[in-house]
């Protein structure tokens, strides 16, 4: 056994990434490094084999948003998600925040229970006509789940989940799926 593998996912040198789906435990553990007083919400958009749509998130606006020491200037707050791959057919990962008109530099890390690790570099745009990055997709397919390193740029949620084929969501508003 190599060992796990550590790989930079690039959106124009190498843009995807697989992942053995064959361990015990079938989830993925997304977490994005983000400033410290970044307010934005993680999230995904899933489908399931049998077709059902649903959403997991989770907002840096917390109390208690675990900080971790990361030798740069600026304090870091990890915003973390787990998406069980059970099941599973496709998914895309996203994250949305107020305009506040600088763009972020981030990176968003997905790790199996293989401690297998992507590193998907994105930007967060915070921008009034762009306040929804699609940081990643994903697809399981007989060889294991591809990550494909996305950063596309959208105007909400809505839009996001529209041009990646997940057109059979009912909306309360732009950013609001119900679920």
């Known amino acids: 056994n190599p060992g796990p593998r550590r790989v930079h996912v690039d959106p124009v040198t190498s843009p995807t990434a697989l992942f053995d789906l064959q361990t015990g435990d079938r989830k993925l553990s997304c977490r994005l490094a983000i400033p410290r007083g970044q307010v934005c919400t993680l999230g995904c958009v899933y489908e399931t084999l049998s077709g059902a749509t649903g959403f997991v998130h989770s907002t840096s606006h917390r109390w208690l948003a675990q900080k971790r020491p990361t030798g740069f200037r600026a304090p870091q707050v990890d915003v973390t998600l787990r998406l069980p791959t059970q099941g599973l057919k496709r998914f895309l990962v996203y994250v949305t ?22 590193e998907v570099a994105t930007l967060i745009a915070n921008h009034v006509g762009a306040t929804t990055t699609v940081i990643a997709s994903g697809a399981v397919t007989a060889d294991g789940l591809v990550l494909r390193n996305e ?28 679920v």
């Not at 925040?97 to 992507?118: C, E, M, W």
């Not at 950063?151 to 119900?178: K, V």
């Open 97 to 118: 925040g107020p305009a506040k008109g600088t763009p972020i530099r981030s990176v968003l890390f997905v790790r199996d229970a293989a401690q297998n690790q992507a």
């Open 151 to 178: 950063s596309t740029l959208y105007p909400n949620l809505r839009a996001a989940c529209e041009g990646f084929g997940h057109g059979t969501i009912s909306w309360l508003d732009a950013d609001t799926p119900i």
